[in-house]
């Protein structure tokens, strides 16, 4: 399973766009890079998957580039709900089982 | 989205005891259900492939005789923590594939 590493924490204030990157050398050319969000006590939530390019959706963004081995993560205007652990994902298939890494912890503060 | 449950939400045992945490996908069948564990402050934790009408695949270092998955059908699967002891207590979350993979709210198991 491809391993991921992203930055441990990262602060923004209120209304800043964040970018949140994500390395991943070893990808498979069958793996997907999926992005979750997750509050304390709850379970991830899904935000935003895509395989390459560009992909847009009504909370993010997400940008990969022609080699897949990195992936960044882009919020527009945060907000204080906003605050929370994002977690990278790489993996591919229907079945197949996802390997959290150490996820990044977004704090925003007004 | 899809939607996955998760009962209890939190459970209370004394040690000893066994619990079962029940995962259920509410509308779609999954074939393949996987359950992870995650301790505060950390990340999750892959502890198992629930597939239906088959034996459980457990990671390395989870104890299968401990943690007793059994995925009797398409929308359920079960996760039995059998002789619980403090060092068990932790946030257990179950998670179903769709087209993406769909994440229960988890339950939180104290053992006393």
């Known amino acids: 399973l491809a391993k991921t590493t992203q930055p441990i924490s990262m602060d923004s204030y209120e209304g800043q766009e964040v970018n949140i990157t994500c390395s991943h050398n070893n990808i498979a050319t069958n793996d997907y890079i999926t992005w979750y969000q997750q509050f304390p006590s709850q379970g991830p939530r899904f935000i935003i998957q895509g395989y390459k390019t560009k992909v847009t959706n009504e909370v993010a963004s997400l940008f990969i580039p022609a080699d897949r081995k990195s992936s960044t993560l882009s919020l527009p205007r945060v907000s204080l709900s906003d605050t929370a652990v994002y977690y990278c994902l790489v993996g591919g298939g229907t079945a197949s089982k996802l390997t959290f890494g150490t996820g990044t912890r977004l704090q925003v503060t007004l | 989205g899809a939607v996955v449950s998760q009962h209890p939400s939190w459970v209370i045992c004394k040690s000893g005891t066994s619990v079962k945490i029940e995962c259920r996908s509410l509308?779609?069948?999954?074939?393949?259900m996987f359950w992870y564990r995650q301790f505060p402050k950390q990340s999750l934790m892959l502890m198992a492939t629930s597939n239906e009408g088959s034996k459980a695949t457990y990671e390395q270092g989870v104890e299968k005789d401990k943690f007793l998955i059994n995925h009797a059908s398409l929308t359920l699967s079960t996760l039995t923590v059998t002789s619980a002891h403090p060092e068990d207590s932790s946030f257990y979350i179950c998670?179903?594939?769709?087209?993406?993979?769909?994440f229960g709210p988890g339950t939180r198991l104290t053992v006393l």
């Open positions: 998670s179903a594939r769709e087209n993406e993979q769909f």
């Open positions: 509308d779609f069948q999954a074939t393949t």
